[in-house]
């Protein structure tokens, strides 16, 4: 505010107080004004041909800042005519971009405010139109001017790298400053006004790998001959920073990871200078012999090797191509080679690039050598067989010493070495054969058991060498074993079968497997003699069924039928066996199916299904858990727990809360009632509490001297407290006392005074209901008979 009050106060200075009004400008901008003045002269007291002109409007272009965050709206600037002379007949108005809405004016003053925070990036300019009217007529007195209020820049955003992070390569062992790429910043604040949008590039992360240009953000190689071999990938960390790099500036960064590419910098090079390498001089031609490597550090193409054969010794003999896939060189095997002409070969074999690149011939030569020693190893050539397998046919228990066939070989060496015969004891462990070492006959050391061994395969080694033959002895059948059923069947038959009726399929096995296969025939073991319950008839294809000859099969009758078959085989020498049949009648549906085969399920109702019998029987068992849990609740209930037993009294004391009425008072507590709860009674009257007058009997008063009942109890208590068996918890001990006798004497009437004298029994009326019968009888006996039987019953009492 101070800057800009300077300003105005420099401005009016210039232009002569008396045409200067209050504005908000700025040196140089052109300012819209209306001729409503005479021509003047001009300043310098020169030339009156050039008169100012007086304006009418004065103002310039305003300004606001943007992202303003004060609590009052912002001050833009004031609007004045010189028609103004403040008496207030004067009213400005604001129309266009934003009035009323985000622009206000005082109509009396002129004053221009921003009523919110603005942003330039959203919007960087309003146009707006001012016009001055008289206050009362709403009459023009100036024609409508239009003026723009600008959003001055501040420094709100940073700068942007739009397209990263970015991937860039490099040939390796490049020199210092081969370009690499060009980044770029974007930065959104307004780059005409200050150094907000002024952005400067530099490296955080890659030095001293690489550069930066500060200003175009171009990144170069600040190395040289950085070698992919050692390092191939690189991260380098861009900062782009407004302000021009200065303190204060907002800054923003990005990633680029630059990969070197190879070049072919690197030779072949052999792991070893002398390979060795052996191949038998029975090799084919074209086979591979060997196969050796030289490694090449590059990739791709710059590491395609060639392999070829320095000429010298031995080179004719053979040839080397390369492997694509492992760059691999193959050594292969031109002519046919003979150990007995020459042993061993030696050459040299150069590894060279495909691709060269001419700026790296200073390297050196991009090739290396290596040489190759190939031994020829000695093949002694083994007999040959005249066949390459043999097979042979001998028949079981064929005897000890029979020939069974030859094998011959021959040698093909030009010395044509006689050859012997032996059988590889790997192949015969058990000795069943045996051949002659000279002639090859095979023949028979043990007897031969088709069923055991059906089929030997031995090998027979023709010396010189070992060099084998399979043989194949096979052992012939011969018809030793019966044939059998094939399994034990579970025959059954149907109460309800009919004539002729299939109720069985059978088969038969035999050990024996003749040459024209098995053939097996069946029938009863009297042929020709018809049973009088089943029959068998054979199908010809080594089956046979069991048919029934009647009808009427019951359990009841007979549950079980055994039925003997006889089986023969088809050898030459015919044998034969008998097999039995167990047929059980069941009971079955009408279409067939098995229901039963139990003797005593014929005794069941009829009618009555599997899932009947199921239910009665849970209903049973229902039926007796509830029995059950009945019998058990009820004698849990006689049951009698401890705390209503008589026996332990530790828990049924009977505990009291009242204050009694001293030492003397006998009436307060019944002792009996702590010795048997059970005697309390709801209608007992409280002895601790006064009766109602004839609601209770009369009562004896007890005596007041206590003594002997306080000796009585002190003495019990001395004894308790010295007795070693009491147990160890509180105890209630009662004691029974019946007095050291009574100043009344006897009751008796035995010993009363004859002379007694007449007693009252009128009282006893007093004592309520109970004791009316009682008053009634002594009242009409004679008082001798009165005073013997009140003192009974009293005693009673």
């Known amino acids: 505010m101070l800057r800009r009050n300077c300003l105005l106060l420099f401005l009016c200075f210039l232009f002569e107080q008396s045409s200067c009004a209050p504005f908000q400008s700025r040196p140089g901008q052109e300012w819209p004004h209306s001729q409503t003045g005479p021509p003047a002269a001009g300043r310098n007291g020169g030339s009156r041909g050039f008169q100012r002109v007086k304006r009418g409007w004065v103002w310039n272009q305003f300004f606001v800042l943007e992202e303003y965050m004060g609590s009052d709206p912002q001050y833009v600037g004031k609007l004045h005519t010189d028609l103004d002379k403040g008496d207030s007949a004067v009213k400005y108005t604001l129309s266009g971009d934003g009035a009323g809405t985000i622009f206000t004016i005082d109509q009396i003053t002129g004053d221009i405010h921003a009523l919110r925070s603005l942003d330039r990036e959203v919007k960087p300019y309003y146009t707006l139109r001012a016009q001055a009217v008289d206050i009362e007529t709403n009459r023009p007195l100036e024609p409508e001017s239009e003026f723009v209020i600008k959003v001055q820049d501040i420094n709100d955003n940073e700068p942007k790298f739009l397209e990263g992070p970015y991937t860039a390569s490099v040939p390796e062992m490049s020199p210092v400053g081969t ?3 060009k980044v770029t910043a ?34 170069r190689t600040a190395l040289p001959n950085m070698d992919r071999e050692m390092k191939e990938l690189y991260q380098v960390l861009i900062q782009a920073k407004d302000m021009g790099g200065q303190l204060g500036g907002l800054a923003g960064t990005t990633t680029i990871n630059i990969t070197l590419s190879d070049v072919n910098d690197n030779p072949p090079r052999f792991s070893k200078s002398i390979f060795h390498l ?7 031609v074209g086979s591979a012999v060997g196969r050796i490597k030289a490694h090449d550090l590059d990739i791709g193409k710059n590491a395609e090797v060639e392999y070829n054969i320095v000429p010298g010794d031995g080179g004719a003999m053979f040839d080397i191509t390369t492997n694509e896939h492992n760059q691999e060189g193959i050594i292969m095997l031109k002519k046919p080679l003979d150990y007995e002409t020459k042993k061993a070969y030696t050459f040299k074999v150069e ?26 190893l000695d093949v002694d050539e083994p007999p040959v067989f005249s066949k390459p397998s043999y097979a042979m046919d001998v028949y079981e228990d064929t005897p000890q010493g029979t020939i069974i066939g030859a094998v011959t070989a021959q040698d093909l060496d030009a010395g044509n070495s006689p050859v012997r015969y032996s059988i590889d ?10 051949i002659d070492p000279v002639r090859g006959t ?12 059906a089929q030997h395969n031995i090998s027979v080694v023709a010396t010189k060498v070992s060099n084998k033959v399979a043989v194949t002895v096979h052992v012939l059948d011969i018809n030793e074993f019966p044939p059998e059923l094939a399994m034990p069947y579970e025959t059954y038959v149907c109460e309800s079968a009919k004539v ?8 038969a096995r035999d050990q024996d497997l003749p040459q024209a296969g098995q053939k097996f025939s069946f029938k009863s073991p009297q042929e020709g003699v018809k049973t009088k319950n089943f029959t068998i008839r054979d199908f010809g294809n080594n089956t046979a069924g069991v048919m029934t000859l009647r009808v009427g099969f019951k359990r009841r009758s007979q549950e079980i039928y055994h039925l003997p078959v006889v089986i023969e085989d088809g050898g030459l020498q015919t044998l034969s066996s008998t097999g039995t049949l167990t047929i059980r009648v069941c009971g079955c549906d009408t279409d067939g199916s098995l229901l039963t085969c139990s003797a005593e399920a014929i005794f069941l109702p009829v009618g009555l299904s599997t899932g009947a019998l199921i239910a009665i029987l849970v209903c049973i068992v229902i039926l007796l858990v509830i029995v059950v849990l009945y019998v058990g609740v009820r004698r849990q209930k006689k049951k009698e727990t401890l705390m209503t037993s008589k026996e332990d009294i530790r828990d049924n004391v009977i505990h009291y809360d009242d204050e009694g009425g001293g030492e003397e008072d006998t009436h307060a507590f019944d002792m009996g009632t702590l010795r048997n709860p059970k005697v309390i009674k709801e209608n007992m009257f409280r002895r601790d509490v006064k009766p109602e007058l004839g609601l209770c009997p009369r009562r004896p008063v007890a005596s007041q001297n206590s003594a002997d009942i306080s000796n009585f109890i002190s003495l019990r208590l001395q004894e308790h407290e010295g007795d070693t068996s009491a147990p160890p918890y509180d105890s209630l001990a009662t004691y029974a006392y019946e007095g050291e006798g009574s100043v009344a004497e006897s009751l008796s009437s035995i010993e009363s ?41 009293w005693k009673e009492f």
Do not use: C
């Open 179 to 181: 370009y690499v790429m």
């Open 186 to 219: 974007t930065d959104a604040d307004d780059p005409t006004y200050g150094n907000s949008a002024r952005v400067v590039y530099s490296i955080l992360h890659g030095q001293p790998y690489f550069s930066v240009d500060p200003k175009t953000g171009v990144i």
């Open 278 to 284: 052996r191949v038998p001089e029975s090799s084919a």
């Open 351 to 376: 590894a060279s690039n495909a691709h060269l690149d001419p700026r790296f011939h200073n390297f050196g030569p991009f090739k290396d050598t290596a040489t190759v020693k190939i031994n020829v």
């Open 425 to 434: 004891w790997k192949s015969d462990l058990d000795s069943f054969f045996d």
């Open 442 to 453: 095979i023949s028979t050391n043990e007897l031969l058991d088709r069923e055991s061994i």
């Open 500 to 507: 002729g009726q299939v109720i069985q399929v059978i088969s």
């Open 753 to 793: 005074v004859k002379g007694e004298t007449e007693e009252d029994y009128d009282y006893l009326n007093e004592w309520g209901p109970r004791f009316k019968t009682l008053a009634g009888i002594f009242g009409e006996r004679s008082e001798t008979d009165h005073d013997l039987d009140f003192k009974l019953w």
